[in-house]
């Protein structure tokens, strides 16, 4: 298995509410991360999660709050968005966090904050 | 900022022509990677290329990378409609262990 599978496809959000991005993998994959990607722009790094510990938060507010509960599982919670937070969300998984390490991406979360 | 720049920010050509893409970056690296992203979707990993290759074949696909001018190119040979999509190059090096910057992104259209 060779995919990195996010739920939910889309996500429409009230400023108010409060909701959680999942990602997983099953390639045994160490390190995790999140990133964000508005139109026409690259992605940009959140979090990185490394043997399960947070080890880069890219100055994210607050209002993201990563968790990764085990080695395939990897979550967003969401609370009191800003409409400026909608964005593709994309969470990608590589072998470790050591540089050189091809990352693989899931399909995204398309999340709109109303 | 962004480590990476690319151009052109977009291009267009006819299927069967060749394609080629400029990153340039601004610091010292361990190795580039190349990325394609058709629209609204996750990106797809292309190639590697460590700091100390000047050259990666992989396909239709040929990286290069000068890093006394720190910069790399990405050409597609004989371009297909299927390889419409946007093309971002990434570094990864410095201290930044794990930490992959990605540059702007070229946009490829390949009209059939």
């Known amino acids: 298995d060779t995919e990195v599978t996010q739920t939910p496809k889309h996500l429409v959000m009230g400023m108010t509410n409060k909701k959680s991005l999942k990602c997983e993998q099953h390639m045994g994959h160490r390190a995790m991360y999140w990133y964000k990607q508005k139109a026409k722009k690259p992605p940009e790094l959140m979090f990185v999660y490394s043997y399960e510990k947070l080890s880069i938060n890219e100055s994210v507010p607050s209002r993201f709050s990563p968790e990764c509960p085990n080695s395939s599982l990897l979550n967003l919670h969401l609370h009191a968005l800003q409409p400026e937070d909608s964005a593709l969300y994309l969470c990608?998984?590589?072998?470790?966090?050591?540089?050189?390490?091809?990352?693989?991406f899931g399909p995204g979360t398309r999340l709109t904050v109303l | 900022s962004q480590q990476g720049e690319e151009d052109p920010q977009a291009l267009s050509i006819q299927e069967g022509e060749n394609a080629t893409m400029n990153c340039s970056y601004k610091t010292s690296i361990n190795n580039l990677q190349w990325y394609r992203q058709n629209s609204g979707r996750g990106l797809v990993h292309l190639i590697l290329i460590r700091s100390n290759e000047r050259e990666k074949h992989s396909g239709r696909l040929r990286v290069t990378l000068d890093t006394s001018k720190k910069s790399s190119s990405l050409l597609i040979t004989a371009s297909r409609a299927a390889d419409t999509a946007s093309y971002f190059c990434?570094?990864?090096?410095?201290?930044?262990?794990?930490?992959?910057?990605f540059g702007d992104g070229t946009t490829l259209t390949v009209k059939p």
């Open positions: 990608a998984s590589s072998h470790s966090p050591h540089r050189g390490n091809e990352q693989f």
């Open positions: 990434a570094t990864d090096g410095g201290t930044n262990a794990g930490k992959s910057t």
